[in-house]
């Protein structure tokens, strides 16, 4: 039962454009969803993240949106960069009963590639 | 500020063995999760540990076994390896307050081939 889909395999953009970046998931106790990126060799690292009760949250180029009614959330970079070429998860957490639990649900990846 | 560092970074078993991953957390963090990446998928919640005692478990079999010691670096243990446990093996430490966010911050991964 994947929770956290990201439909998306692969997107390539042009450098300077825009590139967003899907999810959806289907448990409605998620209440924190966060973007990772990872590149080749190395461990995911966190991008950005975002609470059930907002529905935007922004740093820099980095634009996280999220519509809790179709339970789907978007990253966008504006604008992209050769840099940014690497695989983007998107996860999600529900809280427990004491708290955060710490159990990342991880979509399946994105492969984003910007090209010069 | 060292980050989280994993070790072997390749390992190579055959079905039936059992193996020991290692995990040293980022310095100050006291709580240490384990995902399990196969091939073209996204990183699988094993378990996670707080203070040496395990906090949380995923849908994984008890053959699935850790340790965290008093200087919060932590062992992953796989018995009886089956050909499907080949997979990136990562680990991810956090301080509570970290945790409060969700984040974690990951290493670069063990990876385990089962021949």
């Known amino acids: 039962d994947q929770q956290v889909k990201q439909n998306s395999p692969s997107l390539s953009v042009q450098e300077g454009r825009i590139s967003i970046l899907n999810c959806d998931y289907t448990?409605?106790?998620?209440?924190?969803f966060l973007w990772y990126k990872k590149y080749p060799a190395e461990g995911p690292t966190f991008l950005i993240s975002i609470s059930s009760i907002k529905d935007k949250n922004e740093d820099g180029r980095f634009t996280v949106f999220l519509n809790k009614s179709a339970k789907h959330l978007s990253l966008h970079i504006v604008p992209s960069q050769p840099g940014d070429s690497a695989v983007y998860f998107c996860a999600a957490s529900a809280r427990g009963g004491s708290g955060n639990t710490g159990k990342l649900i991880f979509g399946q990846g994105t492969t984003l590639q910007v090209k010069p | 500020e060292t980050g989280v560092t994993q070790s072997p970074t390749h390992l190579i078993k055959t079905r039936g063995q059992q193996v020991t991953l290692r995990c040293s957390s980022q310095?100050?963090?006291?709580?240490v999760s384990w995902y399990q990446q196969a091939l073209g998928q996204g990183p699988q919640f094993i378990f996670q540990?707080?203070?040496?005692?395990?906090?949380g478990r995923g849908n994984f079999p008890p053959r699935f076994s850790g340790l965290q010691f008093p200087n919060y670096s932590s062992e992953l243990n796989v018995n009886a390896l089956e050909l499907d446990d080949s997979a990136l093996y990562l680990c991810?430490?956090?301080?509570?307050?970290?945790?409060?966010?969700?984040?974690?911050?990951f290493g670069a991964g063990t990876r385990l081939s089962v021949l």
């Open positions: 540990y707080y203070r040496e005692e395990e906090n």
């Open positions: 448990n409605s106790m998620f209440d924190y």
């Open positions: 991810a430490s956090s301080s509570r307050g970290d945790l409060a966010k969700n984040i974690q911050y």
């Open positions: 310095s100050g963090h006291n709580t």
